[in-house]
């Protein structure tokens, strides 16, 4: 089964600036037949669908593919917040390190045929991935991470105030 998922990706921005907060409709995006990426402050940083037709699956989350320090800086904040993701995302989110030292928030999907049901799970699914996760990411980046908004001045981050969560510091 070869699926094309152009339409099924052209519909995201559209429903990410529909039904996300003010502060999250201003992003990046690409998109192919098999993969379509969004990011906000860093390329390196994005929310990605990855059609992966040979293992049969559809991957979606958040991926952390900067340099190997970031990558599990990223990592040991979001495990540190695993109760809160599961809780907003469900238990099928995966904290996990992957490929190449990168890391990522992530869930798999059976890849089958695309009907209207398939495209809208895949659809709001994205969406509830950036929904949850970008707030967390920009609460935990330090502040020599790059970053700057898509069609904004870069930000200026103080740097971190310590707190009980060893996850934040800088």
């Known amino acids: 089964m070869r699926a094309d998922f152009?339409?099924?990706f052209r519909a995201i921005p559209p429903l990410m600036r529909a039904e996300l907060p003010v502060d999250l409709r201003?992003?990046?995006?690409?998109a192919t037949s098999w993969m379509a990426k969004a990011w906000y402050g860093n390329r390196a940083l994005h929310y990605e669908i990855?059609?992966?037709h040979s293992a049969k699956v559809l991957e979606l989350g958040l991926h952390f593919e900067a340099d190997a320090l970031t990558n599990a800086r990223l990592y040991g904040a979001f495990r540190s917040r695993a109760a809160e993701v599961r809780r907003a995302l469900g238990d099928d989110a995966q904290i996990e390190q992957w490929d190449k030292g990168w890391t990522r928030v992530w869930q798999a999907f059976?890849?089958?045929e695309i009907d209207d049901a398939y495209a809208t799970l895949i659809q709001t699914r994205f969406v509830d991935?950036?929904?949850v996760l970008e707030p967390?990411?920009?609460d935990e980046l330090l502040k020599d991470v790059d970053w700057?908004?898509?069609k904004a001045k870069p930000l200026r981050r103080a740097a971190k105030v310590t707190s009980s969560r060893g996850s934040r510091s800088g």
């Open 129 to 131: 991935y950036v929904r």
């Open 136 to 138: 967390i990411l920009r």
């Open 50 to 52: 990855w059609v992966r």
């Open 6 to 8: 152009h339409g099924v």
């Open 110 to 112: 059976p890849l089958r």
């Open 26 to 30: 201003t992003f990046n995006w690409s």
């Open 148 to 150: 700057q908004l898509a």
